[in-house]
T-cell receptor, first 115, second 114 residues
Framework: AQKVTQAQTEISVVEKEDVTLDCVYE???????LFWYKQPPSGELVFLIR??????QNEISGRYSWNFQKSTSSFNFTITASQVVDSAVYFC????????????FGTGTSLTVIP | KAGVTQTPRYLIKTRGQQVTLSCSPI?????VSWYQQTPGQGLQFLFE???????NKGNFPGRFSGRQFSNSRSEMNVSTLELGDSALYLC?????????????FGPGTRLTVL
């Protein structure tokens, strides 16, 4: 089965706190791509990062960082020193090359950053 | 470079009517996918078009159909609307269908069925 689980439905943090959004995936493929998207209240999904299954290097981009661990099938996303503008729904997604050839999205985590 | 555009942004229809939504991909992108987003079901894949051909289809009834034109613009049609079709319909484009191609999303069309 191809599946993405985002167990945290809603998270609230106070501004400047760090927050980690969890993403666990299931796949039978050895080749796949993982994504994170941000959906602000305006509705448009904004691409944040893509990772392929052969690259387990963690990545940092400003206040954002991603931890990819194949051993636990997880691709977690951390926001450091959160800001009010980070308030949005965040989606994790997987794309399988050989199975289904489509994107599967998690149900999203709604993050609220309280000033 | 202009992003993915969708028209209209908001639409109100009544049950039984039909609706057509439009999507213009990023210039140079030849693949267009459609998704339905609802609070209960999340983001669900409808179909993907590439070079005017439907490449992949999600698990939706035949009332949902689409097409793609030679300029890569795509339209999605829903016939005999039901209340449950109320949703945000998102269009996404990517260069091709290679797994390395990232999807970029448009702002969506919010459809309300009364």
């Amino acid at each position: 089965a191809q599946k993405v689980t985002q167990a945290q439905t809603e998270i609230s943090v106070v501004e400047k706190e760090d927050v980690t959004l969890d993403c666990v995936y299931e796949t039978r493929d050895t080749t796949y791509y993982l994504f994170w998207y941000k959906q602000p209240p305006s509705g448009e999904l904004v691409f944040l990062i893509r990772r392929n299954s052969f690259d387990e290097q963690n990545e940092i981009s400003g206040r954002y960082s991603w931890n990819f661990q194949k051993s636990t099938s997880s691709f977690n996303f951390t926001i450091t020193a959160s800001q009010v503008v980070d308030s949005a729904v965040y989606f994790c997604a997987i794309f399988h090359l050989n199975t289904g050839n489509q994107f599967y999205f998690g149900t999203g985590t709604s993050l609220t950053v309280i000033p | 470079k202009a992003g993915v555009t969708q028209t209209p942004r908001y639409l109100i229809k009544t049950r039984g009517q039909q609706v057509t939504l439009s999507c213009s991909p990023i210039s140079g992108h030849r693949s267009v996918s459609w998704y339905q987003q609802t609070p209960g079901q999340g983001l669900q894949f409808l179909f993907e078009y590439f070079s005017e051909t439907q490449r992949n289809k999600g698990n939706f009834p035949g009332r949902f159909s689409g097409r793609q034109f030679s300029n890569s613009r795509s339209e999605m049609n829903v016939s005999t609307l039901e209340l449950g079709d109320s949703a945000l319909y998102l269009c996404a484009s990517r260069k091709g269908t290679d797994s390395t191609d990232t999807q970029y999303f448009g702002p969506g069309t919010r459809l309300t069925v009364l």
